[in-house]
């Protein structure tokens, strides 16, 4: 449309034809946005924010026989572009594969913990039974010594005592049972 008279009324100020030229070209930056990202709400977000760039770029826009469309085209591409560049996958070559770093365990530790983890709980349930109930209500579950204090009707210093005890039998235990 080139020599577009609602975007030379709308460049003078012209509220109302502002908003009929936002309004008939939203369809078609919507479209042009939708047809990169695949995605609605991504598409409806870069769209307004091609308006509202379009907008701030708006009095020095020049109608020079290409229709405003084009302008708005070109903003939108230009966005869906630092939007990828962003989001850019990060690509590792094979040569540096041997640099990655997991933070997700593998197989043998995933083996070892689960061994580990039984062995834990086999040599849980041979200390004593104070022991058992102090670990399971200050470590397990979270409790305050305060808490655990009154439960087992004992003093919150006497519960920290106890705790340590507990974790020190629990620790020698389970290295004697995993060194054998």
């Keep these: 449309m080139p020599g577009d008279d609602l975007v030379r009324r709308a460049q003078s100020g012209d509220v109302r034809a502002l908003e009929q030229l936002c309004t ?3 369809r078609p930056v919507y479209a042009i946005v939708y047809a990169t990202t695949r995605n609605a709400m991504d598409a409806e977000d870069l769209t307004q924010e091609v308006f509202l760039r379009a907008l701030k770029a708006f009095d020095r826009y020049e109608d020079r026989d290409v229709p405003f ?4 085209a070109t903003v939108a591409r230009n966005l869906v572009r630092n939007k990828w560049r962003q989001h850019a996958p990060v ?3 094979l040569e540096s594969a041997s640099e990655i770093h997991s933070t997700m365990p593998g197989p043998e530790e ?3 913990l689960h061994s ?3 062995h834990l709980a086999g040599v849980f349930s041979t200390l004593s039974e104070d022991y058992q109930l102090v670990l399971q209500l200050r470590v397990l579950e979270g409790l305050s010594a305060n808490d655990v204090a009154e439960r087992m009707q004992r003093s919150p210093a006497a519960v920290r005592v106890l ?4 974790l020190v039998a629990l620790r020698m235990a389970f290295l004697k049972g995993v060194s054998t």
């Design 110 to 112: 995933k083996a070892v």
């Design 116 to 118: 580990d983890l039984g």
């Design 91 to 93: 690509h590792v070559g």
């Design 163 to 166: 705790q340590h005890r507990a």
């Design 69 to 72: 469309r084009a302008f708005l």
């Design 24 to 26: 008939r070209e939203w």
